[in-house]
C-alpha cells in the first residue's frame, strides 16, 4: 500500500530542505555578504569614483538582486509547506 499524508509531507520536507541547500546554498550568509561588500565600495566610492569601482557596485547589486529574488522563492517554498502541515 502507498504512503500516508504523513509520510509523503515528511519526504516532501526532506526533499525540499536538500533541494534548498543545493540549489540555493546559505542564502542568508550570501545576501550579508553582498550587502557588506557593497557597502565597502560605496565607501570606496566616496573617496574616489572610478569606472571599476562604479561597474563592481553595479556588479554586486545585481548579484544581491538575484539572490533576494531567490530568497524569496525560498520563503514562498516554506510558507507553502507550512500551509500543507
Excluded: Y
Aim: proline share 1%; with cysteine; charged share 30%.
Amino acid at each position: 500500500m502507498g504512503k500516508g499524508v504523513f509520510e509523503n509531507l515528511a519526504d516532501f520536507q526532506t526533499s525540499s530542505r536538500r533541494w534548498n541547500k543545493e540549489v540555493f546554498g546559505h542564502i542568508g550568509q550570501r545576501k550579508k555578504q553582498l550587502l557588506a561588500c557593497i557597502r565597502g565600495v560605496e565607501i570606496a566610492i566616496e573617496r574616489n569614483q572610478t569606472p571599476f569601482l562604479l561597474d563592481l557596485e553595479r556588479s554586486l547589486k545585481g548579484e544581491l538582486s538575484e539572490v533576494l529574488k531567490q530568497e524569496e522563492s525560498l520563503w514562498f517554498q516554506k510558507s507553502r509547506s507550512q500551509w500543507i502541515e
